[in-house]
């Protein structure tokens, strides 16, 4: 199957996960809206679920909610804090995933909200004076603001962020789907009132997610119809999803430390060996910083050979699976990259890390990037 650093878009399923949802395939397939013993099996799993993710995260099993993924838990977040707090402000982010800003550029359109996007600078790296700038001066808003992007890897503190609203009174919503199973997140500490996480971020099943939603907040529907998730979730559940969620969270935190000084190795290994092996190779945003990046994410900024389509090509020809962007008005254009000012004319790669990913396909991937860049330069 090749080499796969693309872990950012999604990752493989464990194999402990599997084994945990199969028996939700065949054997346990009740609806756990039933009232007979097949539906209350099933709906004691579910529950159970929930009561586990929760107690990982340090937060009560009535603030987990279960969605279909990330997006629906971004749009159910910000809906729910301009619908059911009236909040008209909203302050966000140039970089935000698109299940963010889409949402809220059409409440902008639609005259629902005043909306606000923070400056940035040429690493990413957002203004937090700036931010408490417009607290004081907006009144309540819905501040919005991601966990570490799933372009350039840049962690924001979301601490600090959440500190800064509880002071002004704001209602704060992070999209945590990149960090969620790779940080540990302790919702009594954190001054947050959503989280939208993804299980297929950490290798868990594709199709289901949860949205953390503090008991201070009232959630809004998105769909209507029965009475699942307390009635905030219409929709017969994904059962085997929400198992596999769960248990892929709960290997994430068994055996994080492990994961995260492995994966950190691959990633310092690349930067190392990029910049020895390839004239003028660069690292956008923060990525190539430990500190100030998502350990499993590195953007790199390479001299323009070839175009970007034709680079992303020339690795899938080598049987190497990344994600690229690019800066220029084309229709791949990443606004992450737009929004920090990247060079146009160079192209980049998001090499993205997991658990299974070895120092030998690290090896592999550069040896070919070198070869190819070592040959157009001579």
């Known amino acids: 199957m090749g080499i796969y650093l693309d872990n950012a878009a999604t990752t493989q399923l ?15 397939f009740g609806n756990p809206s039933s009232s007979h013993q097949h539906g209350r ?3 004691k799993a579910i529950e159970d679920a929930r ?69 940035v600078d040429q690493q990413g790296n957002i203004d937090l004076h700036e931010l408490e700038q417009l607290l004081d001066k907006q009144g309540r808003s819905l501040v919005s603001v991601m966990h570490a992007n ?55 099943p594709k199709g289901v997610g949860f949205i953390y939603s503090s008991k201070d907040i009232k959630l809004t529907r998105l769909l209507h119809g029965g009475g699942q998730e307390r009635q905030l979730r219409a929709g017969t559940e994904n059962i085997h999803g929400i198992i596999g969620m ?7 935190y068994r055996d994080m430390d492990t994961h995260q000084q492995y994966i950190q190795s691959l990633k310092n290994r690349m930067i190392t060996k990029l910049s020895e092996q390839i004239d003028g190779v660069t ?17 790199v900024s390479l001299p323009q050979a070839l175009t970007n389509q034709d680079l992303l090509q020339f690795l899938d020809d080598n049987h190497i699976s990344v994600s690229g962007g ?4 084309s ?14 004319f160079r192209d980049t790669v998001r090499f993205s890390f997991s658990k299974y990913n070895t120092p030998a396909e690290v090896d592999f991937v550069i040896n070919k990037l070198a070869g190819l860049y070592n040959t157009i330069a001579a």
């Open 14 to 28: 464990d194999n402990e996960v599997f084994e945990a949802m199969t028996p939700y395939l065949l054997e346990y």
């Open 41 to 43: 099996l099933v709906k």
């Open 51 to 119: 009561e586990n993710i929760a107690g990982l995260l340090n937060a009560s099993p009535y603030e987990i909610v279960f969605t279909s993924g990330g997006t629906e838990a971004d749009n159910t977040a910000i809906l729910s804090a301009v619908q059911s707090q009236n909040i008209n402000r909203v302050i966000t982010t140039p970089f935000e995933h698109h299940a963010v800003l889409h949402t809220l550029k059409s409440l902008e359109k639609a005259g629902a909200i005043e909306l606000s996007i923070l400056h």
């Open 150 to 204: 799933n372009e350039i890897g840049n962690l924001n503190d979301i601490e600090q962020i959440g500190e800064l609203c509880k002071s002004y009174g704001a209602v704060f919503h992070s999209d945590t789907v990149q960090t969620m199973g790779h940080y540990r997140h302790d919702l009594q500490k954190l001054s947050t009132h959503f989280l939208a996480a993804s299980a297929h971020k950490f290798h868990g």
């Open 246 to 252: 769960a248990k892929a969270l709960e290997i994430a």
């Open 283 to 299: 690292f956008n945003g923060n990525s190539a910083i430990a500190a100030k990046s998502l350990y499993t994410v590195l953007s």
């Open 326 to 329: 690019s800066a220029c008005s």
């Open 331 to 344: 229709g791949n254009a990443s606004h992450v990259l737009n929004a920090i000012g990247a060079d146009p």
